[in-house]
């Protein structure tokens, strides 16, 4: 199973730098086979695909750097997908907030009670996230042997930097200064 992920991961490395060239020109159509889909069409949009391949590649390599038995896999990953799902809301509901406060600070004379509900549902969102937060990464440290939690930090920092690396170097080709 291991290696199967590492190969889903690798290919998908070799697909990403395929997405960010230039398109080729068409050649003759009589020498132009079209090859089937590489991925299904639903998911070949284009901010979904790339989001999708950088998150099998990463659940690959973190498996493997993990060193993930079977049932580890099965219980962690899980469990990682709901605290993300968790994440996402909290970053949803803030920024939905946010904009209220700002649509609010609009007016002339914004209300202060206004402001203070908004600002005090801010900070319980971000308190019960906290909370959440802390469950979640309670409940997955559990799975994990001592060196795997170790092993999980260096990747997560690893990772990060990788792919803020890769967002850099796609910028500066796209956007040369």
Known sequence: MKHLIFLIGSILLLVLPAL???PIEEKPEWRH?????????EIVEKELLPRKAIEAIRIARMTE???LTD???QKFFPKLKMLEEAQREFHKNRMRIIKELENTLQNENPSIKKLQEKI????????????TKEKFRKELLQILTIEQQA????FQEKFENEIREIIREIRREHHPE
Do not use: C, M
Request: hydrophobic share 35%; no cysteine; aromatic share 8%.
């Open 71 to 73: 049932e580890q896999v």
């Open 65 to 67: 750097e993990l060193k």
């Open 151 to 154: 092993r999980l930090f260096v």
């Open 33 to 41: 086979r079209p090859s089937p889909p590489l991925f299904p069409p």
């Open 20 to 22: 960010a060239q230039p």
């Open 120 to 131: 005090d549902e801010i900070q319980n969102l971000e308190d019960n996230f906290e909370l």
